[in-house]
């Protein structure tokens, strides 16, 4: 992925009176159902990811929201760090309900010459 395609949301908990101002918003995050996944090295993060999207659709989970990375290790150290994707079961998506159809039909020669007599008048 190009550098300039990049996008993340840092954040940092602050007290519940604190507003952001130019580009600082202030949200609440939190109260998920997660799936988690925790790795250690810079080299293993693409792993840890794949890991925890393979784990969850497999489960019948699906995305919630973007995924939250929590550091676990100081500065300086080997990177180590939490990924925590927001989940929830597919059947539960909005807008992914099953429709119902009507069984299709079987139709005939006949019944086809019909519906195309019926038309053309």
Do not use: F
Not at 34 to 40: E, G, I, L, P, R
Not at 41 to 56: F, H, K, M, S, T
Not at 57 to 81: C, N, W
Request: proline share 5%; hydrophobic share 35%.
């Amino acid at each position: 992925m190009a550098k300039k395609n990049l996008r993340c949301d840092l954040c940092a908990p602050v007290g519940p009176h604190v507003t952001g101002s130019g580009d600082i918003q202030t949200k609440e995050i939190g109260g998920w159902q997660v799936a988690t996944v925790v790795y250690q090295g810079e080299e293993n993060v693409r792993r840890a990811y794949d890991e925890v999207y393979d784990w969850l659709h497999a489960q019948g989970y699906h995305e919630a929201d973007a995924p939250v990375e929590k550091y676990l290790s100081a500065l300086g150290e080997e990177l180590r760090a939490e990924i925590a994707v927001p989940v929830i079961k597919k059947e539960l998506m909005p807008g992914r309900q099953k429709i119902k159809r009507a069984p299709a039909k079987k139709t005939t020669r006949k019944t086809r010459a019909k519906t195309a007599s019926a038309k053309k008048t």
